[in-house]
Each structure stands twice: as structure tokens, then as C-alpha cells.
């Protein structure tokens, strides 16, 4: 069993049916009598199972592309904290959380997957409404390491800024910038647009002389 925390570690988990099917075959090649059905445990293996290693638990993992993976490897994660340790060091930051600051880019879709709710025990249909729009926008914001967040920049599908216009951006967190691209994506001029109209405003007011650190994987 420690291999399957191993490869579920390494990205590579087994599904509840994979896992049954793996110790089928390992069963086969060791030549060992059992009752299995067509060679493959069943629930009652999985639950004897479970209770010898409560550490094995089904779990839904998320889904993470292989070059994320690969900049995952503990020994790279390592060499980049004591990286920005040293970067954070020399330029004076460790005391200055407020001058620490991280921007990711996000997705928000107007038709959200529906969550787990309660319904009667073996109803058939079990759906929840949701909307049939297939748009979203993006969204791109930046938050320090003290918790304070900058005006967010907002990406709408759109070839104007008519396109703007649609949305409620009245309801929006004050000072948020709207813009307007072909596919709602980030793009090279977005960046800069969102650099210049967002990030730079927001840092005016500090020291001449203070350096500010920010974080973003474009």
C-alpha cells in the first residue's frame, strides 16, 4: 500500500475499481488460492482493508497539469523558498508584509458547478438548475502578505468596450478596472494594462527608497 501513497504523491492516484484490479493481478502472479469473483477483491476486501490502514482514504483530487507537476519536486519548491528568503532578505521585506505581494489570474464561470445538497434517499433525478451560459471572465488580482487586496482587473469576452457594458460593474469592488478581450484571456498588453492602471497606483504612497516584492506566474 505504501506504493499507492507513493504514486498518489506523485500525481498519479488509483481510483477505488484500479486499485482492486492492481492487487487482482499481483494476487495472480504470486499464485495465491483465493475467493475472489473473475480474480478481483470486492468491497469486502476494500473496507478489511481500510481498517488495517487508516491512512489509505478516498479522496477527489484536483486536477494538475504535468509541467505544474513538475515544478512541485520538493527539492525544487525548496530551492525556490530559499530563493525568495534571500531576495526578501536583502531587500529588507521580512518586517514589511505590506510590501510582500502575489497576483494570480483566475477564471469565474456564470454557470457554477452545482455543490453537494440534501435530497430524499433514492430519488431518481437528483439535478439542480443551473444557468445554460457557457461565458466567464477573468479575473486577475493581487494581494499582499499583510491580507490587503488591490482593485482587481476584470476581463470580459469582447471585441469593445460595448462589451463592458453589459455587466453590472456598478457592483463591483470600488476602483476595479474592466477591460475587454476576444477571449476574456490574460494577454502580454492586459499584464501591462493591469501593471500601470492597477499595481503601480496602488503602490504609490510608499517610501521612495522601498522596495516592493511582487509574485506572479503569468
Same mark, same amino acid.
Given at each position: 500500500m505504501d506504493k499507492v501513497i507513493d504514486a498518489a504523491a506523485a500525481g498519479l492516484p488509483l481510483t477505488k475499481r484500479q486499485l482492486l484490479v492492481r492487487v487482482g493481478i499481483l494476487v495472480k502472479k504470486l499464485g495465491l488460492k483465493t475467493q475472489f469473483k473473475k480474480g478481483i477483491p470486492g468491497d469486502d476486501y476494500r473496507r478489511a482493508l481500510k481498517s488495517r490502514r487508516p491512512d489509505l482514504m478516498i479522496r477527489k483530487p484536483e486536477g494538475c497539469a504535468t509541467n505544474r507537476m513538475r515544478g512541485m519536486n520538493p527539492v525544487v519548491v525548496d530551492h525556490y523558498f530559499q530563493d525568495l528568503d534571500a531576495l526578501i532578505t536583502s531587500l529588507?521585506?521580512?518586517?514589511? @508584509?505590506?510590501? +510582500?505581494?502575489?497576483?494570480? &489570474? #483566475?477564471?469565474?464561470?456564470?454557470? @457554477? &458547478? !452545482?455543490?453537494? $445538497?440534501?435530497?430524499?434517499? /433514492? *430519488?431518481? /433525478?437528483?439535478? %439542480?438548475? #443551473?444557468?445554460?451560459?457557457? &461565458?466567464? +471572465?477573468?479575473?486577475?488580482?493581487?494581494?499582499? %502578505? %499583510?491580507? #490587503? $487586496? *488591490? @482593485? !482587481?482587473?476584470?476581463?470580459?469576452? /469582447?471585441k469593445t468596450m460595448h462589451s463592458v457594458q453589459s455587466f453590472a460593474t456598478q457592483d463591483a469592488p470600488q476602483g476595479t478596472v474592466w477591460t475587454y478581450q476576444p477571449n476574456a484571456w490574460m494577454g502580454e498588453a492586459l499584464g501591462i494594462e493591469w501593471f500601470r492602471e492597477v499595481f503601480l497606483k496602488n503602490c504609490r504612497g510608499a517610501p521612495t527608497t522601498s522596495y516592493s516584492r511582487l509574485t506572479w506566474e503569468p
Amino acid at each position: 500500500m505504501d506504493k499507492v501513497i507513493d504514486a498518489a504523491a506523485a500525481g498519479l492516484p488509483l481510483t477505488k475499481r484500479q486499485l482492486l484490479v492492481r492487487v487482482g493481478i499481483l494476487v495472480k502472479k504470486l499464485g495465491l488460492k483465493t475467493q475472489f469473483k473473475k480474480g478481483i477483491p470486492g468491497d469486502d476486501y476494500r473496507r478489511a482493508l481500510k481498517s488495517r490502514r487508516p491512512d489509505l482514504m478516498i479522496r477527489k483530487p484536483e486536477g494538475c497539469a504535468t509541467n505544474r507537476m513538475r515544478g512541485m519536486n520538493p527539492v525544487v519548491v525548496d530551492h525556490y523558498f530559499q530563493d525568495l528568503d534571500a531576495l526578501i532578505t536583502s531587500l529588507d521585506l521580512a518586517a514589511k @508584509p505590506e510590501r +510582500i505581494r502575489n497576483a494570480d &489570474e #483566475t477564471g469565474l464561470q456564470f454557470s @457554477p &458547478e !452545482p455543490d453537494r $445538497a440534501n435530497g430524499k434517499k /433514492g *430519488m431518481r /433525478g437528483f439535478v %439542480a438548475r #443551473t444557468s445554460n451560459s457557457r &461565458e466567464s +471572465i477573468t479575473t486577475l488580482v493581487c494581494v499582499n %502578505a %499583510a491580507g #490587503t $487586496a *488591490m @482593485p !482587481p482587473l476584470c476581463v470580459v469576452k /469582447g471585441k469593445t468596450m460595448h462589451s463592458v457594458q453589459s455587466f453590472a460593474t456598478q457592483d463591483a469592488p470600488q476602483g476595479t478596472v474592466w477591460t475587454y478581450q476576444p477571449n476574456a484571456w490574460m494577454g502580454e498588453a492586459l499584464g501591462i494594462e493591469w501593471f500601470r492602471e492597477v499595481f503601480l497606483k496602488n503602490c504609490r504612497g510608499a517610501p521612495t527608497t522601498s522596495y516592493s516584492r511582487l509574485t506572479w506566474e503569468p
